[in-house]
């Protein structure tokens, strides 16, 4: 059974950084892309991130273009998401996804920014 | 960049109701497409893959036709536990692309 365990939300104040993390177990990690999708308060889906089965091709969202870093440890079957200057409008519910096609979602894990 | 847009953003109806939800693309996307559902407090989860391919699991009232640019999700018989945010997702290229969403809520 395909398992996706976030962490790392927290309450962060503008401008900081957080680096949320998805653990993942009950398949082979290193053969499948990863990606991070979020949703706001009341608000619809929005792609953020995408990292290939190696690492070796990341993809963002140009809302998060040069503030926020895919990374993931095939190693310790674990994907991680860094997020630097944060903002209100990032505050979210931050989603690791399984798949090219989306396969499989984790349940999340509550980003905050606010001061 | 491709954009997607749903309809109906919302729709009321009735246990038994036939539904079909639109996902419209802005450019041609041949059959790369996506459909989830998603319940008020819950992660998503998907329905549909390639457009008309259900997901393992997925009861056979849900179905999903059409390529390029106009696809639906249709539900045969819609049951209680169906009620829910239905998000339409473009697989074909970057950056990836959500509809905005269908609510479908109990007359």
């Known amino acids: 059974e395909v398992q996706l365990l976030e962490s790392g939300g927290a309450l962060v104040q503008p401008g900081g950084s957080l680096r949320v993390s998805c653990a993942a177990s009950?398949?082979?990690?290193?053969?499948?892309?990863m990606s991070w999708v979020r949703q706001g308060p009341g608000r619809g889906l929005e792609w953020v991130s995408t990292?290939?089965?190696?690492?070796?091709?990341?993809y963002y969202a140009d809302s998060v273009k040069g503030r926020f870093t895919i990374s993931r440890d095939n190693s310790k079957n674990t994907l991680y998401l860094q997020m630097n200057s944060l903002r209100a409008e990032d505050t979210a519910i931050y989603y690791c996804?399984?798949?090219?096609?989306?396969?499989?979602w984790g349940q999340g894990t509550l980003v905050t920014v606010s001061s | 960049d491709i954009q997607l847009t749903q309809s109906p953003s919302s729709l009321s109806a009735s246990v038994g109701d036939r539904v079909t939800i639109t996902c419209r693309a802005s450019?041609?996307?041949?059959?790369?497409l996506g459909w989830y559902q998603q319940k008020p407090g819950k992660a998503p989860k998907r329905l549909i893959y390639?457009?008309?391919t259900l997901h393992g699991g997925v009861p056979s009232r849900f179905s999903g036709s059409g390529s390029g640019t106009e696809f639906t999700l249709t539900i045969s018989s819609l049951q209680p536990e169906d009620f829910a945010t239905y998000y339409c997702?473009?697989?074909?290229?970057?950056?990836?692309?959500f509809g905005q969403g269908t609510k479908v809520e109990i007359k």
């Open positions: 996804i399984e798949g090219y096609y989306f396969d499989y």
């Open positions: 009950g398949f082979t990690f290193s053969s499948y892309a």
């Open positions: 990292v290939s089965d190696d690492g070796g091709t990341t």
């Open positions: 450019q041609g996307i041949r059959n790369d």
């Open positions: 390639r457009a008309s």
């Open positions: 997702l473009q697989h074909n290229s970057y950056p990836r692309a």
